[in-house]
């Protein structure tokens, strides 16, 4: 089949290399991609999030199956314009897409289908969200209602912090919710409209800095599986938020369908739901694909065309991925610092290295283009020896302006130590 997938990062790069080497791939094309990309994919420059100019192209090209990778494109009703089109598209509409797009609705609907999640309050204005707060203890948690990119929550740990975030987003909606005592974990499924199946579960680490400090980020990096997700804790999140989540959609005549992503806090009472997001998460997609095995483009074909399905065998080895990224991000990052030695990183420590956010100058050197630009992942026997083999592929790599953290899986690591 010829399969055109949306995206220009880290992900949309582990998700072409995968499909690349499904035996049911026939051209790939990726629109924008990257330079990274480039190696598996015919990269076109158009606007994902175009659904006209998606459509065209997917015509042009004789697509069978669109791939979305990024949230914004779900949101802009791409997945929508292809099915209209008649192409089968992995990926929600632009309706189901507001599990995302909107924490507001994704809250409401846990409140309607009882499904657990923090205590929360909707509010419209800033002057809303300032009064709200005396219903709340320490910490609480602020969030933008819209997407954000994974930047647009803040945990605050005073009141004077909580008031200064809800003033620095001013005025518009904003969801504040009660904070959650426990450890994160990620759970992605399969989902064709009525049906769930879990794919994987990862871990991933969001704050900047080590020890998990500093303002949040899109990721520093993830490893899976995530054995603190029992396979216990896994079924009870699939019968009490996944599934129940896929009845109310489909119900409200908003099926979805794609990978849904559930952002899980395990209490002591139970899987809670954080945050869906619509789409593989970045950087865990990274770190799952390297686990996947089979034909994963004809099972993403079989889930968007709603055929029946069964979840890819997975590894049961341990994979980490690494983000190196420029400095100042999550801030301003420092744009335009050369990259080298990739290749040697990949062929002499067994890394696989996905481009997150480079470019490429006129010369043919490649570049930083981005806040997260390397995404550097291995898959060992052990998570210990991933991680090992993932820090001596970053070590391997020449980029003066990069930064990473060291302490990628440590929870895990320290529980493994205690063992």
């Avoid at 002591?268 to 945050?275: A, C, Q, R, S, V």
């Avoid at 399905?309 to 400095?327: D, G, N, R």
């Avoid at 696989?352 to 010369?363: K, L, Q």
Wanted: hydrophobic share 45%.
């Amino acid at each position: 089949m010829n399969i055109l997938l949306l995206g220009s990062g880290g992900r949309e790069d582990a998700l072409a290399w995968r499909l690349r080497q499904s035996p049911s791939c026939g051209d790939l094309i990726a629109a924008p991609g990257n330079p990274g990309i480039e190696r598996w994919a015919d990269c076109v420059p158009i606007d994902p999030c175009d659904p006209h100019k998606v459509v065209a192209l997917a015509k042009e090209r004789r697509i069978d199956l669109v791939v979305v990778g990024p949230e914004a494109p779900l949101v802009a009703g791409v997945a929508d314009a292809c099915r209209e089109a008649g192409i089968a598209v992995f990926g929600p509409s632009a309706a189901a897409a507001q599990l995302e797009g909107s924490k507001g609705f994704t809250k409401d609907l846990c409140a309607r289908a009882g499904i657990p999640t923090a205590a929360y309050v909707r509010t419209e204005r800033m002057d809303e969200a300032l009064a709200a707060l005396h219903k709340f203890g320490l910490p609480v948690v602020i969030k933008a209602d819209g997407l954000a990119a994974g930047k647009g929550v803040t945990v605050a740990m005073s009141r004077d912090e909580a008031e200064a975030a809800i003033r620095a987003a001013g005025d518009g909606p904003m969801v504040i919710e009660e904070y959650l005592e426990g450890e994160e974990a990620s759970l992605f499924a399969l989902v064709d409209g009525t049906r769930a199946v879990p794919l994987a579960s990862a871990q991933d680490h969001k704050r900047v800095g080590e020890g998990d400090t500093g303002p949040n980020t899109g990721g520093m990096g993830a490893y899976s599986p995530a054995p603190v997700l029992s396979p216990e804790l896994e079924g009870r999140a699939m019968r009490e938020i996944i599934e129940p989540t896929v009845r109310e959609m489909a119900a409200a005549g908003t099926p979805f369908n794609g990978v849904l992503y559930a952002g899980l806090m395990l209490t002591p009472e139970g899987p809670k739901l954080i945050e869906y997001n619509v789409r593989f998460g970045d950087p865990e997609c990274e770190a799952i694909m390297l686990r996947i095995e089979g034909d994963f483009a004809e099972l993403l074909q079989a889930v968007a065309r709603g055929d029946t399905f069964q979840a890819p065998k997975l590894s049961a080895q341990a994979t980490m991925t690494v983000i190196v990224a420029a400095e100042g991000y999550p801030g301003t990052p420092r744009r335009g610092g050369a990259i080298d030695g990739i290749e040697a990183a990949e062929r002499e420590h067994g890394v696989t290295v996905f481009h997150a956010g480079t470019a490429r100058h006129s010369s043919g050197a490649l570049l930083a283009g981005g806040g997260r630009v390397l995404a550097v992942t291995a898959i060992a026997d052990t998570l210990a020896n991933a991680r090992a083999r993932a820090y001596r592929g970053v070590d391997a790599i020449d980029f003066a302006d990069g930064f990473h953290r060291r302490d990628i899986g440590w929870r895990e690591l320290e529980r493994n130590d205690a063992a």
